[in-house]
């Protein structure tokens, strides 16, 4: 078995990089970001109301069909996927958002109902995407993020369009949709952190 040079790793993993933060568009609608300057912490608030996903315009008829199909394999199985597929969100999307634009904002995010401003992310699309090892289809996640006021969330300060925010996982090991997902996640917090830190400066 041939190995790849060290450097040769090094250079996929930032070409991967380079393609993640390539492949998403974030889009400025309104405000400015550069209210966010000076801030050091901002509270993050995420909305998954009326998410359509894949070929399915309500998110409640993906689960049900997802859920009959695992049940029918294995007893459980489709339950144990449905109860994931919901706490994956606060478990590992959430987390990851989080940990990559507070590293490229500068900026630490989570939960800080002192902040000055609320950041919240609202889904309305999800790609879960497939691997089965010789044929995968990458995740990808279409939202939104307001950042309001915390005071008065009624107050925007800038809206932002999140679309197609690419979920892979370097090496090919993500085997398992939640994981996929949770780098899209991952992809939307590092690039719209460096858009913030840019425009906040």
Known sequence: MAFLPKTAIIAAIALSSTYMAAAQKIKITEGSLS????????????????????????????????KDEYNKKESGRGDTWAADW???RAGHYEPKFEELFT????????????????????TTFIEPGFNVGVVRKNAYVNGEIWIVETADN??????ATVDKAPGRQFGGFDFDSG??????????GKVFGRQVKKEAE
């Not at 590293?103 to 609202?122: D, M, N, R, S, V």
């Open 35 to 66: 209210a966010l300057k000076g801030q050091t912490e901002v509270n993050t608030m995420y909305e998954y109301d009326h998410i359509k996903v894949g070929d399915f315009n309500n998110e409640d008829d993906y689960i049900q069909k997802k």
């Open 179 to 188: 994981t996929r997902i949770s780098e899209a996640y991952a992809a939307t």
């Open 103 to 122: 590293e490229h904002a500068g900026i630490k995010a989570g939960k800080f109902p002192q902040a000055k401003y609320t950041l919240i992310f609202k």
């Open 86 to 88: 919901k706490s994956d």
């Open 154 to 159: 009624s107050k925007v300060v800038a809206k």
